[in-house]
């Protein structure tokens, strides 16, 4: 196994640019994600980093013309000029414009983002060492979402399953189309939950609550980690949320109302 | 900006009377800034070697998925004290080290300003980090919540956790010696003539970065201190059941944290803006336009710590206002390139080994540059942080960025301490087995920070493994071609071909008018800059 993925890892650094790769999941870029503001974001991303490629092509372009052509070996003499206020005054100038550019899509994202008004549905989220809880409020539903890796994978005892590190024992699932406003808090440390498909992340703090929304556009699962460190297995607990069609989703929450009103008739939520 | 000298041949009186003291003693009780900064460097050294291989076990861990080597809990510690030790003792006593050689000697003063409490400030850093890497032993291990140390966190840490607050205090009272000793020096002893703006630009660069180091070091110790009186004392600070901010904490560290940043990157600048003239044999371009650049960075710094924490669920106007801020920085910064590439263009250049290391640090310094304006794009950072697109970015200004500037400084230099000039042929050997190893180590992480894998974790997915391979492989690569750095410095030092006074063609400064190796004692009669 492990000779078969160095193999690869050497194709992987050939083909890292490359659009396609063997492994479906296997990436080398931000993910659109599937919502709206996951995709403003991956635009956002793209449009910031072709700047930088073409900044980086001219800046490094001069120098290495220059380290090619102005070298001592070649006979070249040095010039003695050390200064231009014409081209200082320009190169302050011109990445001011450039920021500006940039800043207005960026702003125009970000309020889009803190805008969390009007949610269908509210979800509580609160970070424990070392798992995830989720509230469906106002809905008397509630559950942990443990790692579901057994340790013998973790040990290397045994094979690794696809979804490695990324399986929970009881997902999140949300309904697609519908404005999810996502409350995060924790238990006990600082944790930071995190979807890369919704196109954000949010940190869990005890003692506050934070609040962003969601829209899912495309039922599907997706799959994401805790990402601020929050001690011994911090690496261990896992965010898997599933998107389901309404229909479904209402199907789903009646089955837990009925679940808990079985398991805790005293309480709405665990 | 061009300066012209009196050449001031040093008297005999400057050179005979002064030896060194032989044995143990000459380097406890020194008050001369020679061997001060070399205890400085060689400190620096050793500690960039003890967390090189703290980093190397991180990387071996992270070679495949699974848990091979170390458990979680000790990985969090080697995460932990990899971070500490690279900053406080790698890369800052380094910087330090290199003032100490060199601004006496670039501004013509005889010594630094304030001898004995140089002294004091370099020989606490040993007993700081026995201190602090005693932890390791300690039951319960070393302290395993990120160098940042964010409460509530930070106070799960077992009994190290004392230890660790004080190393931090230690540190920090080293530094602020160090930073007002070079505040009073360049203040006080620059030699008739040197203006402010005739002062070279190293000079320069470590004015400024002393004042940050002398506002934000304080703010360090008051965070440190009210998290110890969190966990001793009764205190909620950072408890928000009694009535605290966990958040307060990381607007206090980051107030510290951002312009600690610069403190990194500032004496950089400087060292890189005195090897590119003397390899393109032609004056500095925009000296002026440096000086007020740097200026610039270190005030923007106070006003974008933020950034570091846009994930917090900060007000929108608090967003905007820290993101407007950070993208601000990359116009002073792009002044500096921009100025560097110009006093490249139409030079005569020629590429020995410190050319190589400054050529290496404005590319790859600028990489960083760019992942750090990408991160500066809050929406954007919602998805980049904490993950290792982070690990990258700030990789790429530290290690091509601050470590290859203090390796282009030393090989710059060294000749002219030693009277040795130094092994060519090594030299380009170590770095392009460097500049090829940290590419290798750190640009996939990149790729995998945009994958979606977060920072600080010891085992990840398995669309990951990849490019964690290439990651280990530059690193083990990077890791060990450092060994050739300790060869040619050890062998520069003994032996070595007779170095000139000029040492480089195209050197300018009062350093290079100095005989090498420069004399025990230099400019005791103050050189006169016309």
Redesign the interface.
Known sequence: M?GS??T??GI??GS?LAAGSA?A???????PGVTAVSR??YD??ML??WI?VA??AV??G??LW??VH????RG?????????TL??VL??VV??LI?VA??VP??R???R??DARDADVTIKVTGYQWRWHYDYLNEGVGFFSTSATPQE????AVA?D?????EVDRRLVVPVGKKIRIL?TAA???H?W?V?AL?????A????I??SWTLIEQPGVYR?????????????MPIVVEAVPEIEFQQWLARMKAQENKNSPTTGSG | MSMAYSPTAPGPDESAHARPPRGLGRWLLTTNHKDIGTLYLLFSLLMFFVGGSFALLIRAELFQPGLQLVNPHFFNQLTTLHALVMIFGAVMPAFVGLANWQIPLMIGAPDMALPRMNNWSFWILPFAFALLLSTLFLPGGGPAGGWTLYPPLALQTGEAFPFVILAIHMMGVSSIMGAINVIATILNLRAPGMTLMKMPLFVWTWLITAFLLIAVMPVLAGAVTMLLADKYFGASFFNAAGGGDPVMFQHIFWFFGHPEVYIMILPAFGIISQIIPTFARKPLFGYASMVYATASIAFLSFIVWAHHMFTVGMPLAGELFFMYSTMLIAVPTGVKVFNWVATMWRGSMTFETPMLFAIAFVILFTIGGFSGLMLAIAPADFQYHDTYFVVAHFHYVLVPGAVFSIMAGVYYWLPKWTGHRINERLGRLHFWLSVVGVNVLFFPQHFLGLAGMPRRIPDYALQFTEFNMISTLGAFLFGFSQLLFLYNVIQTIRSGEQATDQVWEGAQGLEWTLPSPTPYHTFATAPVVR
């Not at chain 1, 999941?25 to 993910?31: E, H, P, R």
């Not at chain 1, 102005?70 to 070996?73: G, Q, V």
């Not at chain 1, 696809?162 to 990324?166: C, D, I, K, P, V």
Request: aromatic share 10%; with cysteine; hydrophobic share 45%.
């Open positions: 492990t993925r160095i690869r890892a992987a650094l890292a492994r999941d296997f990436t080398v870029n931000m993910t403003e974001v956002l991303h910031i980093f930088c900044i980086g800046v490094f001069v120098m220059s380290m102005h070298r001592k070996s070249a003499v040095a010039a003695q000029f050390h200064e231009s081209v200082e190169w302050t990445p001011m920021l940039m800043a960026a702003t994202t970000l309020i983002m803190a994978q973790i040990r290397n690794k696809a979804n490695y590190l990324l995060t006990d440390v600082i930071s995190w890369p196109g954000w992340k949010r940190d703090i005890p003692g506050f934070n609040e994401g980690q805790c990402a601020e460190l929050c001690g011994r297995d911090h690496g261990f």
